[in-house]
């Protein structure tokens, strides 16, 4: 998720593990801990489509 406000619909398909509320608050929509967020994302990228395959599978 950026901070710049202007692409907002791109944070809705993009993970960004740099800040620690975005990791907080995509795990929390992807129902995972932050320690299988980060693999997921190390595993598949940053889309959150691919992260929710991802743990959907797991």
Do not use: F, H
């Amino acid at each position: 998720m950026s901070d710049n406000t202007s692409k907002t619909g791109l944070d809705r398909k993009l993970i960004s593990l740099e800040e620690d509320y975005e990791v907080r608050d995509w795990s929390k929509s992807l129902g995972c801990t932050p320690d299988q967020l980060r693999e997921a994302v190390k595993a598949v990228g940053n889309s959150a489509d691919a992260v929710r395959e991802y743990l959907g599978k797991k």
